[in-house]
Nanobody, 124 residues
Framework: QVQLVESGGGLVQAGGSLRLSCAAS????????MGWFRQAPGKEREFVAA????????YYTNSVKGRFTISREHAKNTVYLQMDNLKPNDTAVYYC?????????????????WGQGTQVTVSS
């Protein structure tokens, strides 16, 4: 079984930064794409970013392009989401997920394991 545990969320002022981490246990994810999703209260889950199995291809939703950076370290079985210039509408619970394939995407059906989420709150 694969377990994903997110960390790094918290409260930050608009314009600030956070780095989210997602640590995998049970097996490595070196051959799988990874993604980040987020969900605000009362809203649907939203795709944020994805990274290919090799780490050389990334994909972001338009609202975070230029502000967020997804990366991974295979040796640590960890994927990161560097969040810069945070805005109040970034407030949500952020989830990491393991892709079913080597290349990720914005469809949740492409992912088969999910973390418990970490809360990010951006104040104005």
């Amino acid at each position: 079984q694969v377990q994903l545990v997110e960390s790094g969320g918290g409260l930050v002022q608009a314009g600030g930064s956070l780095r989210l981490s997602c640590a995998a246990s049970g097996r490595t994810f070196s051959t799988y794409a990874m993604g980040w999703f987020r969900q605000a209260p009362g809203k649907e889950r939203e795709f944020v970013a994805a990274i290919s199995w090799s780490g050389d291809r990334t994909y972001y939703t338009n609202s975070v392009k230029g502000r967020f950076t997804i990366s991974r370290e295979h040796a640590k079985n960890t994927v990161y989401l560097q969040m810069d210039n945070l805005k109040p509408n970034d407030t949500a619970v952020y989830y990491c997920a393991r892709g079913r394939l080597r290349i990720g995407g914005d469809d949740a059906r492409l992912y088969d394991y999910w973390g418990q989420g970490t809360q990010v709150t951006v104040s104005s």
